[in-house]
């Protein structure tokens, strides 16, 4: 299986596949949108993008949703960490160490890392996701 990236154009198109052939329902528990800065990437300064659950289904694009529950700034090494592993104590870790910068309702934050929820909810999305990013 070819691996892209993690954040390039060629990978959003990925995980959207994947999210397709996969399913994203998501557990009650997760509804939640966040939208995500990422400093330092290989494609530029910035990228730009959300990812979440909303009404039982996860998603995740390029671009911030205008009605995300809160905003993370964080850099790229940091968002790969936590974004693609799905480790919530990675995000702890950054947060403490300054790595990773919230703003919104951080209640729905906790409650989600509490939750462990993979992406979309569905363990096997999240592995496929991992098996294709660089």
Excluded: C
Aim: net charge negative.
């Amino acid at each position: 299986m070819s691996k892209y990236p993690f954040l390039s154009d060629e990978w959003f198109a990925v995980v959207q596949r994947l999210i397709e052939d996969h399913g994203a329902e998501a557990p009650a528990h997760a509804e939640m949108v966040m939208n995500l800065t990422v400093t330092g990437t290989p494609f530029g300064d910035e990228r730009h993008l959300h990812m979440g659950a909303r009404e039982g289904g996860g998603h995740v694009g390029i671009g911030h949703d205008p009605a995300g529950d809160l905003t993370i700034t964080t850099d790229y090494d940091t968002a790969k960490q936590i974004f693609v592993s799905g480790d919530p104590q990675a995000g702890m870790q950054a947060m403490m160490q300054g790595k990773l910068k919230v703003q919104g309702d951080m209640s729905k934050l906790m409650a989600m890392a509490q939750g462990g929820a993979a992406p979309g909810g569905n363990p096997a999305l999240a592995e496929a996701i991992q098996g294709i990013t660089e």
